[in-house]
């Protein structure tokens, strides 16, 4: 196993020394949306749309788990954090508590300005520039979302009319290195997204045998010789784009 960087020591062995299991069991939809954006939870949770039903735990604090229905039907509901790390584990207990389907909702840096803020991007498949998923999966280049998840998110979005762009993105866990040099190769490699979460989620995915895509918005733009926030977190299309996952994710 043993290798000249550590990154690359893949271990296949399925038993790890802390297991991403309760110690009790919950009745839990097999239905999950992961949401990126706290606004929007919080406001569900205001006006008592969403209901909490089990809490992970990090050193920032506790991290609740919510439970919503949607025409009868019971979804799932947390916001993963911030970062590669935290967000695949928070995937990985949520998957051990018994949730099978996922579909999840977020912004990220668009590398072409021209690809509008607020427009949506279905990621295809995600370059691994991050270390999560190479404990999940033997390193490669990529790592593709579930096309069951691809394909739930398309149909939707084409029923709702939203216009959308399928892609590679880029998943990076060093927001403050994202030089010009590395944002043109991964543009010339088909990347159209650059994000801190998406490959570390499907590899954890993969490993684990659920389904998991996800939903992008266009946010900041790195598409020009300078950054651009584009004010971008203030988008309106932030509580539609949760409905649209909700929408994919039931039909999973």
């Known amino acids: 196993m043993r290798r000249e960087f550590p990154i690359l020591e893949f271990d296949p062995e399925r038993r790890a020394m802390i297991e991403p299991v309760p110690n009790r069991s919950i009745d839990i939809a097999e239905h999950c949306v992961v949401c990126f954006f706290q606004d929007v939870i ?3 949770r205001e006006s008592g749309r969403i209901r909490e039903i089990w809490l992970l735990g990090s050193e920032m604090g506790t991290h609740p788990v ?3 229905d949607v025409d009868n ?13 935290l967000a695949a584990a928070f995937l ?3 998957i051990g508590l018994g949730c099978r389907k996922f579909i999840a909702c977020g912004g990220a840096g668009v590398l072409d300005g021209d690809i509008a803020m607020g427009h949506l991007v279905v990621p295809t498949a995600a370059v691994r520039d991050e270390g999560v998923s190479y404990h999940y999966l033997p390193p490669a280049r990529e790592v593709a ?5 691809v394909a739930a998110i398309e149909a939707t979005l084409r029923e709702q009319g939203a216009n959308y762009m399928p892609g590679k993105t880029w998943t ?6 994202e030089t010009p040099g590395k944002v043109r190769r991964r543009r010339e490699e088909g990347c159209l997204t650059v994000e801190m979460e998406a490959a570390a989620f499907f590899a954890v995915a993969e490993f684990r045998g659920v389904t ?11 598409g020009g010789d300078e950054w651009d926030s584009r004010d971008w977190v203030r988008s309106p ?6 409905w649209l996952a909700i929408d994919a994710c039931l039909r999973l």
């Open 172 to 177: 990076t866990d060093a927001i403050y290195r």
């Open 212 to 222: 998991f895509a996800q939903i992008l918005y266009g946010g900041d733009s790195l």
């Open 92 to 94: 990985d207990e949520v």
């Open 237 to 242: 299309v932030r509580e539609r784009l949760l």
């Open 145 to 149: 979302a579930s096309p069951t998840g």
């Open 42 to 44: 919080t406001a569900l």
């Open 73 to 85: 039907r019971r979804v799932a509901l947390f916001h993963p954090g911030v970062g590669a790390p």
């Open 66 to 68: 919510y439970e919503l």
